[in-house]
């Protein structure tokens, strides 16, 4: 079997190459290293034995990407994840965003229309839930209205792979996932945030290693046990395995839909005081942080039901925040 994987020197894609060597698949690679560095190809290497086959272009460029296909027919299935993340960045560069996200999707499944690739899965997110009335979140849920134009380009882009495999013969996975954190157990790949981190695990590590001076917390008077928001922090290796696995129902036909939908998350809530908690049990710091006012465009409380994907994938998340913390600041030690 052979995968590509979009985005595959990013953070969760690097972490899907390494488990998908794991399982003895051949693994191309497609990165333009917008966000991430050539230096993970290496490390990659180095954890599997494997150096994965590496292609540097940017898939929204139409030529591009049409001779990568043209030359590269032997794919068995993509996982796409290039795309940029930002959620901030994306309300002032809105256009950038929808240009950059959608575009190479539309070209990837125009070329795999064209070169007998049938198999698509995609990474999604949570944030298309927005504020869910009922919790844990069933992927049954309505959709709400994006908070920023990068979570409409998760909302869109499930449209355009679902009205897209409607017309053809092509089938796909999206993954929603909950709030992905922690590195692998080697400390040889993980989060290199560019600059200031937006999320909350590189922010605590940063924090606790000198790089930043105080993590600020945003908002202790919500709806929640201890008035900070929760969320669902699901380990990168374990969200990495789900990929794995939805990539080969579809390569040996075992979906039993030809557009499905999991959530990827523990099930767990968790307040940002509970993770800061674990951070400071685990390395035995105690973290510089102070609480401020809420941040524009978050949502009080979202954790997943993972029914689903536990049922249908044969799927569950092994590993606890501890875990995530711990790996986390390991790799933090590294940088
Ligand atoms: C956001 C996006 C999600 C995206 C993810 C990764 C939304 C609603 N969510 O998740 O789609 O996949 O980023 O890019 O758009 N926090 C602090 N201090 C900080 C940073 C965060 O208190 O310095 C808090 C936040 O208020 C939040 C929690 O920590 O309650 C997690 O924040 P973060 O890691 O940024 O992820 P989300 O906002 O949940």
Same mark, same amino acid.
């Given at each position: 079997?052979? +995968? ?41 290497? @180095? ?21 990568? /296909?043209?030359?590269?027919?032997? &794919?068995?299935?993509? +996982? ?18 929808? %240009? ?7 070209? *990837? ?12 899965? /995609? ?10 009335? *009922? ?7 309505? %959709? ?17 792979? =679902?009205?897209? &495999? ?9 993954? %929603? ?13 993980? @989060? ?10 590189? #922010? +605590?590590? =940063? ?10 917390? /945003? ?28 990539? =080969? ?12 939908? #999991? ?18 049990? *685990? ?10 006012? %809420?941040?524009?465009?978050?949502? @009080? ?6 029914? /689903? ?9 092994? =590993? ?16």
């Amino acid at each position: 079997m052979k +995968i590509l994987v979009t985005g595959g020197l990013g953070y969760i894609g690097s972490h899907t190459v390494v488990e998908l060597q794991n399982s003895n698949i051949e693994v191309v690679i497609v990165d333009n290293l917008s966000n991430s560095k050539i230096e993970v190809l290496d490390k990659i290497t @180095e954890i599997t034995g494997n150096k994965p086959e590496y292609h540097n272009f940017d898939l929204s460029d139409k030529e591009s990407c049409s001779k990568f /296909f043209n030359e590269n027919s032997n &794919i068995d299935g993509i +996982i796409h994840f290039a795309a940029y993340k930002a959620v901030g960045e994306s309300v002032s560069k809105p256009l950038t965003y929808y %240009r950059n996200n959608l575009e190479s999707l539309m070209n *990837i499944m125009d070329n795999m229309n064209s070169n007998g690739i049938h198999n698509l899965v /995609f990474s999604s997110s949570c944030t298309v839930y927005g504020q869910p009335d *009922i919790l844990p979140v069933t992927e049954k849920a309505p %959709r709400k209205q994006a908070e920023s134009p990068y979570g409409n380009t998760k909302k869109m882009a499930e449209d355009i792979i =679902q009205d897209t &495999i409607y017309a053809s013969d092509l089938k796909g996975i999206a993954l %929603r996932y909950f709030n992905p954190v922690g590195a692998h157990p080697t400390a040889l790949i993980g @989060e290199l945030p560019l600059g200031v981190p937006n999320n909350l695990m590189p #922010f +605590i590590t =940063q924090t606790a290693a000198g790089i930043r001076e105080q993590l600020s917390v /945003f908002g202790d008077d919500y709806n929640t046990t201890d008035g900070t928001a929760i969320r669902d922090y699901i380990h990168v290796v374990d969200l990495a395995k789900a990929h794995v696995i939805a990539v =080969q129902r579809l390569v040996k036909k075992n979906n039993k839909l030809n557009y499905e939908v #999991f959530n990827l998350g523990t099930g767990n809530g968790l307040s940002v005081l509970d993770v800061i908690k674990s951070f400071e049990k *685990i390395t035995n710091k105690k973290l510089n942080y102070k609480i401020v006012g %809420r941040r524009e465009g978050d949502i @009080e409380k979202v954790w997943a039901n993972t029914d /689903f994907a536990n049922q249908e994938l044969g799927w569950k998340a092994k =590993q606890g925040i501890d875990d995530m913390t711990a790996s986390a600041w390991k790799f933090q030690l590294t940088l």
